[in-house]
């Protein structure tokens, strides 16, 4: 982030622009208006306890982060927030806990989920970034013959939502596109007979499919995104489903 400017980078997904575009792409949000009153109410409230992007030696300004606690998710903010990415809390705590940590002497937290470094992906409803070090989760399932791969944990999350199916099947999750090559070693390590990809419908999501297809030619590739086309990825997919079914509700509601 860069205050001064408004502006953002995320370096590990190759993404920028406007913190009117971060918080569109964090909160699900696509309405301007309703996007200008979620950064207004950052102001003297949420700030203080919003997670950041925290790269420990890259920005010294925010000093180097510490992990304070990881316990069961609890806090109504992080609760809210799942609520409003169309996750079920109760479904969520299976998978992620409630981070508390401290960057620059000052108090944070977020939605954590725990990488294969031992590290945790943080979330919240403004910001995203990694405590410890980066790299990709592997969740073990009943069979290793095909294991989905998802780019980031809220798709994760939401797709046995979206799909009904149960998160018996081996799940890798890249945290991060910057990581596929971490997905190769491992996909060598350990062969797969095929693998579903979950990535964004986007250049670098299309890169990483590129990228996985020819470093594992004997490996069945199977790219899901036609499942989520019109969203994106996978939970935006799912909350455009729940709104669609919320507006159909309402409009028959209105008809009786």
């Not at 949000?29 to 306890?49: N, Q």
């Not at 989920?113 to 405590?131: A, D, Q």
């Not at 798709?155 to 890249?174: K, Q, Y």
Request: glycine share 10%; charged share 25%.
């Amino acid at each position: 982030m860069n205050p001064r400017k408004n502006v953002y980078y995320d370096h590990g997904e190759g993404r920028g622009g406007t913190v009117i575009d971060l918080v569109s792409r964090l909160s699900g949000e696509t309405d301007v208006a309703s996007i200008l009153r979620i950064v207004s109410g950052l102001v003297g409230e949420i700030v203080p306890t919003v997670s950041r992007e925290v790269r420990t030696g890259k920005d010294p300004s925010l000093g180097r982060e510490s992990l304070a606690g990881a316990k069961e998710l609890s806090h109504p903010a992080l609760v809210k927030y799942l609520e409003g990415r169309a996750i079920p809390p109760d479904f969520a705590r299976q998978y992620v806990k409630e981070v508390h940590y401290q960057a620059g002497g000052k108090p944070y937290f977020g939605i954590g989920f725990r990488n294969e470094s031992g590290g945790y992906e943080v979330r919240n409803p403004y910001f995203k970034g990694c405590i410890g070090t980066k790299d990709i989760s592997v969740l073990p399932g009943t069979t290793h013959k095909i294991v989905n791969v998802f780019e980031g944990f809220m798709d994760f999350l939401s797709w046995p939502l979206l799909s009904g199916e149960t998160n018996e099947t081996t799940a890798l999750i890249l945290n991060s596109v910057a990581l596929t090559d971490r997905a190769v070693s491992y996909f060598q390590a350990h062969p797969a007979n095929e693998i579903r990809l979950f990535l964004d419908n986007d250049q670098a999501g299309r890169s990483a499919v590129e990228r996985l297809r020819t470093a594992l030619p004997s490996c069945r590739i199977v790219d899901m995104s036609d499942r989520y086309r019109e969203s994106g990825d996978v939970n935006r997919e799912l909350m455009r489903l729940r709104d669609r079914k919320a507006e159909l509700q309402k409009a028959i509601r209105k008809g009786k």
